[in-house]
């Protein structure tokens, strides 16, 4: 599958527009992870991009999601590696399995922070992504309170991947930012 099949699939499945920016929000997260770790660029984006796809067609069951897009992208045979980790980035989902791959805690971490990122630029006067500073993200994941929904925890499995919260949510900030007309911040 390339990336402008990959698109068209979020398309016909996801019709929020909010959702659709944070799976391309997701794909930039997981191609700059892919970049500064040395892996594969295409397939981790595509991961991103589609990492959502039921989200709407499950009505944001956590138990269900993610175990849909399963069946989905198998029939349109992504690869198994994606499917898992895919899969896998939902920790609500019944699915019997743990994270356990690099690839895994990228994807759950790439997509989670993209999150409290949108949120902090929104705080922000002109809730534009070019105002937020990394060290602004790194406070607000301190506060519980600030975009409660954002699982922190998630967001630290960026150090599984060798990288601390600081580094990763400058990482993040700055593949959003190569983004942010296309996702309206």
Known sequence: MNRDEALQLVKDYIKNEKM???CLASEAVMRALAEHLGEDIEKWGLAGLLHDL???TTDYDMKRHGLETEK??????????SI???????EDADHGQQRSTKFHHA???GETITGLIFATALV???KKLE?????SITKRMKEKAFAASV???TVCECEKLGLSVNEFAELALNAMKKIAPQIGF
Request: negative net charge; charged residues 40%.
């Open 131 to 135: 105002s937020v500073k990394p060290k």
């Open 124 to 126: 922000y006067p002109d």
């Open 84 to 90: 898992e980790a895919i899969k896998l980035h939902n």
């Open 54 to 56: 039921d989200a709407e």
């Open 151 to 153: 699982n922190r925890d």
């Open 107 to 109: 994807l759950a971490a």
């Open 20 to 22: 659709i920016a944070h």
């Open 72 to 81: 989905i992208l198998r029939e349109k045979g992504l690869d198994e590696e």
